[in-house]
């Protein structure tokens, strides 16, 4: 009985991960198109064209922001 117990739990875990996109690509999913993120990855990628650009209070108080910024800089280095 335990086991079909612990063996139900851990399909319902491998369920809801791979609904996530965790289990297939290793990583959280990127945040929703919001415009905190948009303006993160515009100020991300003039960094990335040597232009020093970024949003420090939303930097440190905006997920969004803060991951548009990174994934800015890292997807316009070189463009």
Do not use: V
Not at 27 to 53: E, K, L, R, V, W
């Amino acid at each position: 009985m335990r086991r079909s117990i612990t063996f139900s739990s851990l399909t319902g875990i491998l369920i809801t991960l791979s609904g996530c996109g965790i289990l297939t690509t290793g990583t959280i999913p990127a945040p929703a198109n919001t415009p905190d993120y948009q303006a993160g990855y515009q100020d991300g990628c003039t960094t990335a064209h040597g232009d020093y650009t970024k949003n420090s209070e939303l930097f440190k108080k905006n997920r969004d922001y803060y991951d548009g910024w990174f994934a800015g800089r890292s997807g316009c280095q070189g463009k």
